[in-house]
């Protein structure tokens, strides 16, 4: 079955780092868009960073620009998202989402989680001050 598997999250203080990895499994992702999703405790789930098929255009949701940076590798079927300046106080499931198959999704909907059909279960990440 189709389906992600994340790692990465860890415990980290305030202003700290993390590379989140996000592995295929069951498919090959190389001609999908991808993008991370966060979810806290008690609230909706939100797109924060989306990738073309190629890796060649990205989009970062304004409460993370400039902190966040997506990357994939289709050899690897892989795609990475670099956590950079983390906010103290923040408890968030970080979880990747593949698209339709060869489906362009336009910059307006590439953070819509309706968008994504394939998922994993995600990985966890603490930041303390």
């Known amino acids: 079955q189709a389906h992600f598997v994340e790692s990465g999250g860890s415990s980290v203080q305030q202003g700290g780092s993390l590379r989140l990895s996000c592995e295929a499994r069951?498919?090959?992702?190389?001609?999908?868009?991808i993008a991370w999703f966060r979810q806290a405790p008690g609230k909706e789930r939100e797109g924060v960073s989306c990738?073309?098929?190629?890796?060649?255009?990205?989009y970062d949701a304004d409460s993370v620009k400039g902190r966040l940076t997506i990357s994939r590798d289709n050899a690897k079927n892989t795609v990475y998202l670099q956590l950079n300046r983390l906010t103290a106080g923040v408890t968030d499931f970080y979880s990747c989402?593949?698209?339709?198959?060869?489906?362009?999704?336009?910059?307006?909907?590439?953070?819509?989680?309706?968008?994504?059909?394939?998922w994993g279960q995600g990985t966890q990440v603490t930041v303390s001050s």
């Open positions: 069951g498919f090959t992702m190389d001609n999908r868009r």
């Open positions: 990738i073309s098929i190629s890796g060649g255009s990205t």
């Open positions: 989402a593949a698209a339709k198959y060869r489906e362009a999704l336009p910059v307006a909907t590439c953070l819509m989680k309706l968008k994504y059909y394939i």
